[in-house]
């Protein structure tokens, strides 16, 4: 690795500007650091997940997960760069389907709960949503790769597998939301 983060606080983002990776300056309020920021906290949701008790296949799927993220990361912060490759998207797909196969199909509508790590994980998912969504913002207004985009997308469902799964790991079912009757 060739730079270590050895002075942390620098002032040079006082003004309201940031660096990206390639060096060039921009604003803290630009849709590429939005998006950078979306793929960060994504990241620190995976990271609160990860600290509770998981089982390893679970674990093992989040932690490349994060290493990921950080490819993901490095790839919006230097524009017209790629890193992420349909490679990872493909890992992602597999798991899916690993991890859906061992549930019963849905036929409700299940709500984010049951336990503390399926409700971290619904959590997640919904920060992973909004983390695609200031992608595709990003994308309206700069050249932005596909791989990215459909990573996020497949990692949401992935997080929606993963809750259920985590529920029935601790010996529990979905939490199925009931219409109201009038």
């Avoid at 660096?19 to 309020?29: E, F, I, N, P, Q």
């Avoid at 620190?44 to 932690?63: F, K, N, Q, T």
Wanted: hydrophobic share 40%; charged share 25%.
């Amino acid at each position: 690795m060739g730079h270590r983060l050895s002075k942390i606080t620098t002032r040079t983002g006082d003004a309201g500007e940031t660096g990206l990776g390639d060096g060039t300056r921009v604003s803290k309020a630009s849709a590429r650091i939005a998006a950078l920021g979306e793929v960060d906290e994504l990241n620190s949701a995976l990271g609160v997940l990860l600290a509770e008790e998981l089982p390893r296949e679970v674990r093992d799927a989040l932690v490349g997960v994060q290493h990921d993220l950080f490819d993901l990361g490095g790839e919006v912060s230097i524009p017209g760069h790629t890193i992420v490759t349909a490679a990872q998207v493909e890992r992602l797909e597999r798991l899916l389907e690993t991890f859906n196969r061992e549930l019963p199909p849905l036929k409700e509508f299940i709500l984010p709960g049951g336990t503390r790590a399926a409700a971290l994980a619904h959590l997640a998912r919904t920060v992973c949503r909004r983390t695609e969504r200031a992608l595709v913002a990003l994308a309206r207004e700069e050249q932005v790769a596909d791989a990215p985009r459909i990573y996020l997308n497949r990692l949401s469902d992935l997080l929606f597998v993963l809750g259920r799964s985590l529920n029935r790991a601790a010996g529990g079912a979905d939490v199925l939301w009931q219409r109201k009757k009038t």
